[in-house]
């Protein structure tokens, strides 16, 4: 099992940015396909970023494409999602999640994929 917490989140302004972190409990997170979601008030979950667990592979929404990067580093247990340029659309409780997936490639963008979450970090973003 992996227990994830993220953190990072908080009060922005338009254009500034944030680095939200999730670190992993367990020792097979370097087998673990990570992702980023978030959900707004009165919304759907929305697939953000994912992250082979090599590290070599990543898929990005197109409202968050060219603004937003995912990382890893397998030796702290932790995922990162680089936010830069922010909207008040990016406005949503962010959550990190996991999978385990057996190939060096495989990436997961579907949220009812992932078996584990965190527990969420809000980020908010003004005009």
């Known amino acids: 099992q992996v227990q994830l917490v993220e953190s990072g989140g908080g009060l922005v302004q338009a254009g500034g940015s944030l680095r939200l972190s999730c670190a992993a409990s367990?020792?097979?997170?370097?087998?673990?396909?990570m992702g980023w979601f978030r959900q707004a008030p009165g919304k759907e979950r929305e697939f953000v970023a994912t992250i082979s667990w090599s590290g070599g592979f990543t898929y990005y929404s197109d409202s968050v494409k060219g603004r937003f990067t995912i990382s890893r580093d397998n030796a702290k247990n932790t995922v990162y999602l680089q936010m830069n340029s922010l909207k008040p659309e990016d406005t949503a409780v962010y959550y990190c999640a996991g999978v385990f997936k057996p190939r060096a490639s495989d990436y997961v963008t579907m949220w009812y994929e992932y078996p584990y979450w965190g527990q969420g970090t809000q980020v908010t973003v003004s005009s």
């Open positions: 367990g020792r097979t997170f370097s087998r673990y396909v």
